[in-house]
């Protein structure tokens, strides 16, 4: 996409409403294919942002639950290697974030692997891994306190 002579590669996370871009292997891997193919462009930097009211409600829980039934080894490996599908550590391009609405867990915690976070008025954050009893992910424990500091993170 040009904008005033300034080329730039969108990408929008966008799934069923019902979902809310919700993130499960599948949608990571659209995103690790676009990043692919956008560090092979002309294009000066990656916009991405979501369509509809939520940017991520993080990880899709359901999504790993009704896998695990089939076949629980492999299906446990594949979530073992999601971070396989960060491309965003080792991106060369600048990848700018608009967030509109909530981020929570795994869509807050991949914020700050990017470089520019915008967030409008009707953005708000959430990890609530604690709640959940699941370990934080998306590198929040080393990028969040690396950010905030360490007792802001704490506390």
Known sequence: ???????????LLSTKPSENNSLNSE?????????????????KLILLSAVGSVFSCGLDFIYFIRRLTDDRKRESTKMAELHEYFPFTQFKKPIIVAVSGPAIGLGASILPLCDVVW????????TPYITFGQSPDGCSTVMFPKIMGGRRVCN
């Open 1 to 11: 996409m040009k904008q005033d002579g300034f080329r730039f590669t969108p990408i």
């Open 27 to 43: 949608v990571l891997k659209e995103v690790q294919s676009a990043l692919s193919t956008a560090a092979a462009d002309d294009s």
């Open 119 to 126: 967030a409008n008025e009707k953005a708000w954050f959430q």
